[in-house]
């Protein structure tokens, strides 16, 4: 089993949607739990950061996080075709070790 | 955040070859990392570099196959040696910065390797 799963998608919804990504992970320790934003052929960049449990706001993007049933989520409100990229979950005990789910690709229709 | 430049952006090498990525960060740091994305999979850290130590490897990754050099507080260097066609991936260079909520981590743009 993997320590961090993500559902790989793809993912493709229209142009004013809510996207609705979400993780699962195996290791109780995590308390550092972040979303990236990969564009293709690009570096990942960070998008949310949150620790422990809890909901983060950040203008159309919400992240929470449920650490009784180790479960993160990103919602994407009002998407558009420039939100298409692959998103990442990350997640670490310590907040620099930081451990992967494979990415969901997004693509949102015009 | 960060500004983090890799270099080469992409490369193809020759089977048996080496490949030395380098990384400049803008500001100084403490710890700089190495990961890799191999085609269709999440990142895997190779290791961490500590200026004036050895880098720290992760299980899976070997000096000897990926030494790593990290002489001053902006800069690091990764080479991936003896090349084969399963190095073909994405190499990211990243670095800790503080946020808000707590240190984060920034990557840079990734250098693109095949391996032929």
């Known amino acids: 089993q993997k320590e961090v799963e993500q559902d790989p998608g793809p993912l493709s919804v229209p142009e004013g949607a809510i996207v609705s990504l979400n993780c699962t992970y195996s290791n109780s320790a995590f308390q550092y739990f972040m979303w990236y934003r990969q564009y293709s052929r690009k570096g990942p960049e960070l998008l949310m950061y949150t620790y422990s449990s809890g909901n983060k706001e950040d203008g159309r993007f919400t992240a929470q996080v449920d650490k009784s049933s180790k479960y993160i989520s990103l919602f994407i409100r009002d998407s558009q075709p420039s939100d298409s990229a692959t998103y990442l979950c990350?997640?670490?005990?310590?907040?620099?070790?930081?451990?992967f789910g494979a990415g969901t690709t997004v693509t949102v229709r015009a | 955040s960060a500004v983090i430049s890799q270099k080469p952006s992409r490369d193809i090498c020759q089977r048996g070859t080496s490949l030395t990525i380098q990384c400049q960060v803008d500001s100084q740091v403490t710890m700089m990392f190495w990961y890799r994305q191999q085609p269709g999979q999440s990142l895997t850290l190779i290791a961490t570099?500590?200026?004036?130590?050895?880098?720290?490897?992760e299980s899976g990754f070997v000096i000897d196959k990926f030494p790593i050099s990290r002489p001053n507080l902006t800069f690091s260097t990764l080479t991936v040696s003896n090349l084969s066609p399963e190095d073909s991936s994405i190499y990211l260079c990243?670095?800790?910065?503080?946020?808000?909520?707590?240190?984060?981590?920034?990557f840079g743009e990734g250098s693109w390797l095949t391996v032929v």
């Open positions: 990243s670095v800790e910065r503080p946020g808000l909520s707590g240190n984060t981590i920034y």
């Open positions: 570099a500590n200026q004036g130590s050895e880098a720290t490897y």
């Open positions: 990350a997640m670490s005990v310590t907040d620099y070790k930081l451990s």
